[in-house]
């Protein structure tokens, strides 16, 4: 029997915009920048829902992009912050980015995480969060940030990573209110209830 | 520039476990056994973790399994229940499993899920999520399941998943503290606080 797989990989338009990147991004709005490009990209090219990530070094060099592939490779759980923290894992060759307390990665996100991608910061070795919208932002236009708890950011404060919220909240959400004008595809599962 | 890619796939000797699988798992406690059977299997072949799990349809019939492939895949996103999720989907051909409320998958874990994976299953369309040793028995040996609210059974009742706990605990939690005795990597992330 033939054993299934599945390839986490940007789609090819990135590669273009990994090619332009300068080299080092100077500072937190750049980064962020670089992160709400990559979420208005994917809606122009299709590839998946409006979200886009990235990890940076503490120098704020790019390691790794990540987008919302769910639609287009048919897998639940490629969510930008996901693909991003996969990708790093596998370029810097260890499941914890912060080779013990060693390194300081942050994790970029043009929409704070849901639930699962919550859930996945304490074990990717990330130390800092870096945040455009709000997840009101996201479910103001339908989409479902799933059961996330309510004093997420402490929770994850506890563990040692720091959050920052709201860096370009408002360009961010403008791609998300974009996604939507333009009939995007809210992907959230069937309500089975 | 290449683009970086993780393949999700299960290490090669899956391949055996599932060419010997029966056709159809008549009952609860069969499917369980083989999640714990592909927790065993996982630490004897030294490829991850001590969890196994696996996606069956609701005649038993065996879709996908997935194992805990953190440490050999240097990748902290690779639990077993994120793997069998993303291949079943992959098999599919959907990023939603229930189809839009037709189809009645099961998960089935060998532990109770971290909160990376409990905000998974909302997002795959599973509908039912069968568990054998709890968090509380992972917990004792030294592994961390995260900031999971504690109601976290009732979030997923509320978004229609049933929740069955407890399915062959004994057994399920007999690997995890075998693992521990034989000197398993215990791979949480260094603390960082």
């Not at 996901?82 to 596998?90: G, K, P, R, Y």
């Not at 994850?156 to 990573?161: E, Y």
Request: aromatic fraction near 8%; hydrophobic fraction near 45%.
């Amino acid at each position: 029997m033939k054993l299934p797989e599945v390839i986490i990989r940007l789609p090819d338009w990135a590669r273009s915009l990994m090619d332009d990147a300068p080299r080092i991004f100077p500072d937190m709005e750049e980064r962020m920048a670089f992160v709400v490009e990559l979420s208005r990209q994917n809606i122009l090219h299709g590839t998946g829902g409006p979200f886009g990530a990235a990890v940076f070094d503490d120098c704020g060099r790019l390691i790794t992009p990540g987008v919302n592939t769910v639609t287009s490779s048919n897998c639940s759980i490629l969510h930008a912050e996901i693909m991003a923290i996969a990708l790093a894992q596998q370029t810097l060759g260890r499941y914890d980015l912060s080779g013990g307390g060693k390194f300081c990665f942050a994790l970029f996100a043009s929409t704070e995480p849901c639930a699962m991608c919550f859930g996945a910061i304490p074990w990717s070795g990330i130390r800092v969060l870096v945040c455009g919208a709000r997840s009101a932002d996201a479910e103001a236009i339908g989409f479902d940030e799933g059961p996330k708890p309510a004093g997420w950011t402490e929770a994850l404060n506890q563990r040692g990573i720091d959050v920052k919220q709201d860096v370009m909240r408002d360009a961010a959400a403008a791609v998300l209110k974009e996604y939507a004008m333009t009939g995007g595809r809210i992907y959230n599962p069937e309500l089975l209830i």
